[in-house]
């Protein structure tokens, strides 16, 4: 490899992320609007150039929070560095196939995306995943960008949104920032995040430590498929004596889980839950990657990324 991975591993990027994210609209017929497609930009055009940045999310079908969030923060990038031509890949092949099919819109995966570099003659690649955390899908896109090394005379990663403790007390101070106008001292103000088996899944008690070292003890982290669990969120609110309930993804993107495991109608879903407790529930359908401070923090990781190919 000509020029050293800009990610190094030290902070545990050994963290584990398990890729295991449901889609269930992928398999069943959606009875929800997901927006207009053809306002999304796929970014997946050839005439590249010799300068690449390459960002790479994981995904959603749902359109609208795909340009909002997903393609805020390209916005972003492009904004940031108008040297380089910014292009998507999504990892989830189930997201990609599903979006073809349902609206034609083609969005590379990360093989065609690397593919496309190499045969447009790029020389100099930049890579900026989107990731919340660095876990197992990190990894990943760590692995596959670099058998493509020798592609390319340089080639360098980004780190993921949270990977250092000034990414951890800079988002933190944005979750209270976009929530504030909800702080009225009634309100439990919880996120949901995705939640892991995996070693990973610190972040979240880890995100919630900050939060209680700065005093905001009305606010909360829980995830769908681990620790902490909606019924440890209940608990916590129930004890603190609130009689309202904001909800929020902690996630890039609100796409299924945040539609549906957050918002949704169904008995099982977080705000069917709080309701049912007795609280008044507030749903903001929101993914962090539309968030103008989160976009600048991957602007930052991505300039990092830039200056290892050129040091």
């Known amino acids: 490899m000509k020029k050293m991975l800009a990610a190094v591993f030290t902070m545990g990027l050994c963290l584990a992320l398990a890729p295991s994210f449901a889609v269930r609209a992928e398999e069943e017929e959606e009875n929800y609007e997901t927006g207009d497609a053809s306002l999304d ?41 108008p040297d380089w031509s910014v292009r998507r890949a999504f990892t989830s092949q189930i997201i990609i196939d599903h979006v073809k099919a349902r609206d034609g819109e083609v969005i590379d995966n990360m093989t065609e995306a690397l593919d496309r570099a190499a045969d447009n003659g790029v020389k100099r690649l930049a890579v900026q995943p989107t990731h919340l955390m660095p876990g197992f899908e990190y990894n990943d896109v760590y692995a596959e960008v670099g058998s493509y090394a020798d592609a390319f005379e340089a080639v360098a990663i980004g780190q993921p949104l949270l990977t250092s403790d000034e990414d951890f007390s800079r988002v933190a101070q944005i979750l209270v920032d976009i929530t504030k106008e909800y702080d009225d001292g009634e309100t439990a103000i919880c996120f949901m995040g995705h939640g892991t088996e995996a070693d990973s899944n610190e972040v979240y008690a880890r995100m919630q430590g900050v939060l209680d070292s700065m005093g905001m003890k009305n606010y909360f982290i829980g995830t769908v498929e681990a620790e902490p ?44 839950i709080f309701e049912n407790a007795g609280y008044d529930v507030t749903c903001i359908l929101e993914g962090l990657g539309q968030v103008e401070a989160i976009q600048e923090i991957f602007v930052e990781h991505a300039k990092a990324a830039l200056e290892e190919i050129y040091s």
């Open 41 to 81: 930009n796929p970014l997946n055009q050839d005439e590249i150039g010799e300068d690449e940045l390459l960002i790479v999310s994981f995904g959603t079908s749902f359109n609208d929070s795909r340009r909002l969030t997903i393609g805020g923060i390209e916005g972003a990038m492009a904004e940031a560095f």
């Open 229 to 272: 669990s909606l019924e440890d969120v209940l608990a916590m609110v129930k004890e603190g004596g609130y009689s309202k309930v904001l909800l929020r993804p902690m996630m890039i993107v609100a796409g299924d889980h945040a539609n549906n495991d957050m918002a949704g109608d169904e008995e099982d879903s977080w705000k069917s």
